[in-house]
């Protein structure tokens, strides 16, 4: 049972009595229940990252973006190609789901699940943040919430774009597309590539940066979409993301250490789409495939290699106006190998079989979902989860939401395979409960947010084990976007972790209590834009029972300007960490100095 802690609520309830100006928006099209509908027929905590908002900042990877969100925050091991971990309230990468374009980017042969080291802006329409276990809806590994990354597609007509910024630690970027677009197909491919000196990831604290051998990155990510019309009610798709990427770091306390990685990641999704009266019929193909060779491993694994195979067919019925019912049937299969530097190699496959329905209805001013899904795998028990949802417009301007869902965190075939210690068979899936209440007025959002996880995964004398006991995630995030007057408009939050324990009641390690974040947007001169978002970040320390070195406690900010020479050419410019705050996210490895960069941008 779910029992809000008093002093959150208290204070949520204190914060929601804030007043905000109105802002009008075009309505936002998400795919929080594997369709398009309307953020308005959305009862869970929904964020979208626009492309607009991309390209006014200049952001350079997915997860830069991603940590200017309320209840999202990032960690990092040095620079650029340096493990990233992403949390969502307080609950890590293994257990969100990471989607490009609805296909699975949960890489099979990687203890961390999902990796966003490597995931550059790169040709992004938008990234949409569902909060909250989405099990019931999307499978395993949803505990947490799901992150849907969608690029874009042809528009109609001929069009092409290139892009060119070079700045600090002699980092280059160059990008470009070419796009074309009928009545009957359209075809687009895009190529984004980053090179960066970079600086060292390990040194301690307060240490010179010069005086340390640099980690440089280089990464090529294209992305290809293809789509055929043969009649106005069917439609033929196929995508394509490939990354390919050259990683150096540094080894445990070895800050001159040469450590690489070569890594290539593909995804492939191929989809047929049939409208028939009111039916909505998908099949859907997809495969991600997942390589990392470490090119100077003495010991250990040295290769590492994960596959997904996914197919999946479902009919979206609608009904009524708003109504839609959703029920499908998808099988998957998973595969790891890996192949260790003595020579020794082991491998680990699973299938799973899934049954899911999703039905949402509108009744004047209240939204009701409902979500259901059964999945049988073939290395532990069947799962049953679910999901419901609602939401209700108190007035035109405030409404009210709750959600409550069950999710599990499947566990990752390395962790079984386990080449640095004990092999588990038995290892099974975590269980999580999921609660929130919402409430909004105008442009202000206060959400109240309960994570029970059970059966955690942990690393523990040599094994992959489940721990007996519950880890619990609770705390409230309060988030405003909107105008201030007609040349300024930005955004703010503020998240608080009230409880991050886990089943012994210890502060789980590299989670913040407290981040706040703004960011402002000037229009007010003609042809020119110019942004400054700060980022304070609270007490965190780097181990369990706040043990290890404080990491938290420094104020970021980052400036962009824009300037459009003409419709069809603009530059621009940016500095992150404005004031060159000396910090580490994590204990003993860097974060980038006061760093600037220019750009331009050209479309055709």
């Excluded at 970027?173 to 990831?201: E, N, P, Q």
């Excluded at 995508?239 to 306390?253: E, F, M």
Aim: glycine share 8%.
């Amino acid at each position: 049972m779910f029992k809000p802690t008093l002093s959150c609520v208290a204070a949520a309830t204190l914060v929601a009595s804030l007043g905000a100006d109105t802002l009008s928006l075009e309505p936002v099209v998400v795919t929080a229940a594997k369709t398009e509908q309307s953020l308005d027929t959305v009862t869970a905590n929904v964020h979208v990252i626009t492309a607009e908002e991309l390209e006014q900042k200049h952001y350079t990877t997915v997860a830069e973006a991603l940590n200017t969100l309320p209840g999202v925050s990032v960690t990092s091991n040095g620079g650029l190609g340096t493990t990233q971990s992403v949390f969502i309230r307080g609950m890590d990468a293994n257990r969100i789901l990471v989607l490009i374009n609805g296909i699975r980017y949960q890489d099979p042969s990687n203890t961390s699940g999902a990796s966003f080291t490597h995931l550059l802006i790169s040709d992004i329409e938008r990234i949409e943040v569902i909060k909250g276990a989405q099990s019931g809806i999307w499978g395993a590994d949803a505990s947490a919430g799901v992150i849907n990354i969608i690029t874009k597609t042809a528009q109609q007509g001929t069009h092409a774009g290139v892009t060119l910024e070079k700045g600090r630690f002699n980092t280059k970027k160059w990008g470009g597309y070419v796009s074309h677009s009928t009545d009957i197909y359209d075809l687009k491919l895009s190529f984004d590539r980053i090179m960066s000196d970079s600086f060292t990831a390990q040194a301690p604290a307060g240490s010179d940066l010069d005086g340390y051998e640099n980690d440089p990155y280089a990464n090529t990510t294209l992305n290809l979409s293809a789509r055929l019309h043969p009649t106005s009610d069917d439609s033929i798709a196929l995508t394509v993301t490939d990354i390919n990427a050259l990683a150096n770091y540094d080894g445990y306390n070895a800050p001159n250490a040469i450590q690489r990685s070569d890594i290539r990641n593909r995804l492939y999704g191929l989809s047929y789409d049939k409208r028939y009266e009111n039916h909505l019929l998908s099949l859907k193909a997809n495969r991600s495939t997942f390589k990392r060779d470490e090119l100077d491993a003495a010991y250990g694994v040295k290769v590492f290699e994960g596959k997904t195979d996914q197919v999946e067919a479902s009919d979206r019925i609608g009904y009524r106006q708003d109504d839609f019912f959703i029920a499908g049937v998808s099988s998957e299969r998973f595969e790891a190998d890996i192949l260790q530097v003595s020579g020794t190699q082991g491998a680990k496959k699973v299938d799973s079989r899934a049954l899911f329905a999703t039905n949402t209805n509108v009744f004047g001013n209240l939204t009701l979902t409902e979500s259901l899904r059964h999945d049988d795998y073939t290395h532990f028990d069947g799962k049953t989860t679910g999901k419901i949802g609602a939401k209700y417009a108190l007035t035109p301007e405030v409404y009210l939401g709750t959600n409550y869902g069950t999710a599990y965190t499947a566990p990752n075939l390395v962790q079984i395979l386990n080449p640095w210690g004990t092999p588990n068979p038995d290892l099974a899936p975590e269980n999580t409960r999921s609660f929130d209440l919402s409430l909004g007025y105008r442009n202000l959002e206060i959400t109240y947010f309960d994570n029970r996880v059970e059966d955690l995964i942990q690393w523990s004398g040599g094994i992959y084990d489940n721990l007996d006991g519950t880890s619990t995630f609770k705390g409230f995030e309060v988030s405003y976007r909107g105008s201030f007057f007609d040349a300024l408009s930005g955004y703010a939050s503020y998240t608080r972790l009230c409880t991050f324990e886990d089943q012994n009641g210890n502060d789980l390690a590299r989670r913040a209590r407290q981040e706040a974040k703004a960011g402002v947007d000037y229009f007010g001169i003609d042809r020119l834009h110019v942004a400054l978002e700060g980022h304070y970040v609270g007490t965190r320390y780097d181990r369990a029972d706040q043990q290890g070195g404080q990491t938290g406690r420094y104020t970021l900010f980052d400036f962009a300007v824009n300037y459009d020479l003409s419709s069809r050419l603009s530059v621009y410019g940016k500095i992150d960490n404005l004031t060159d705050k000396e910090y580490q996210t994590v204990e003993g490895y860097t974060a980038a100095p006061r760093a600037w960069y220019v750009g331009m941008k050209a479309t055709f």
